[in-house]
């Protein structure tokens, strides 16, 4: 039988520490006892662990575990996804979706046409999409949690200095696809597997500056076909034909 695996808040050496929502699963849900096995995700290794201690009363619950021995895991795909903030409830299924298919991180970012009621509430939604991306990484069997970044201006981080191969979805571009772009960016890094940022639009798409402003700071833009796909459809269409592609 396949072991649950737990991503640990708190480890050291020898051991890791569950603690809040998923100490309480753990201890109240699923009865955890001293003994039990698990697999625990500490600092980005895998452990074969087994609980030592659950502590618990109404408010606080902390489950503490042996590290046993280190098992082999799978790095995540290093592509950052740079999406635009647009209707939440489409960003937080695209975030899960990335997190499973291997994403190393997100960072959202307000752009042109992003509306500005949901530009002004990301901040404070950052939190849940670290939630909902822990959650998918633990669902998934990952070694890690992608990094969920405070949303920032779109121009801002197109600007940003970068040591990233960057890719702009664009539903106009005819000559260029993502499969092309990606077999170049592997040619041309060697022997090494090139980090990627891929950039996805929202669903009022680019606007014409923004399209300037990536193609004048070095993003190559990118098809996924001739179909236009909505904002989270390319994102993860995107990230499956990379993963297939650099897997
Ligand atoms: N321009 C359209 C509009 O007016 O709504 C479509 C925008 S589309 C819903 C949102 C984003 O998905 C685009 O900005 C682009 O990043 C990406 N996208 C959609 N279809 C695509 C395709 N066939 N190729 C590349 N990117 C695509």
Sequence with gaps: ?????????????????????QAEH????LR??????????????????????????AQVSEVRFNLLSELEAEPALAITLVMSIYKFDR?????????ELGVAGVVP??????????????????ERWRRIAHEAAQQSRRADVPLIHDPVLL????????????????????S??????????VAAAGTEMPALEIAVGP???????????FDANGWRAVSLGPRILRAETAAIAALSVAASFLE
């Design 1 to 21: 039988m396949t072991r649950r695996r737990w991503i640990a808040e708190h480890w050291d050496e020898a051991t890791a520490t569950l603690t809040g929502a």
């Design 26 to 29: 753990l201890a109240r849900v």
């Design 32 to 57: 955890a006892e001293v003994g039990m096995e698990a697999d625990v995700v500490a600092g980005g290794h895998v452990f074969h662990a087994r609980v030592a201690a659950v502590a618990g009363d």
């Design 91 to 99: 960003m937080e299924w695209a975030i899960e979706k990335a997190t």
């Design 109 to 126: 970012v307000v752009a042109r046409r992003s509306e500005k009621h949901l530009a002004q509430a990301a901040l404070k939604r950052a």
């Design 155 to 174: 121009q801002s981080f197109v600007k940003a200095a970068s040591v990233a191969t960057r890719m702009v979805l664009a539903e106009q571009e005819r």
């Design 176 to 185: 260029t696809t993502l499969r092309s772009a990606l077999e170049e960016a």
């Design 203 to 213: 669903e009022g798409g680019w606007a014409t500056e923004e399209e300037a402003l």
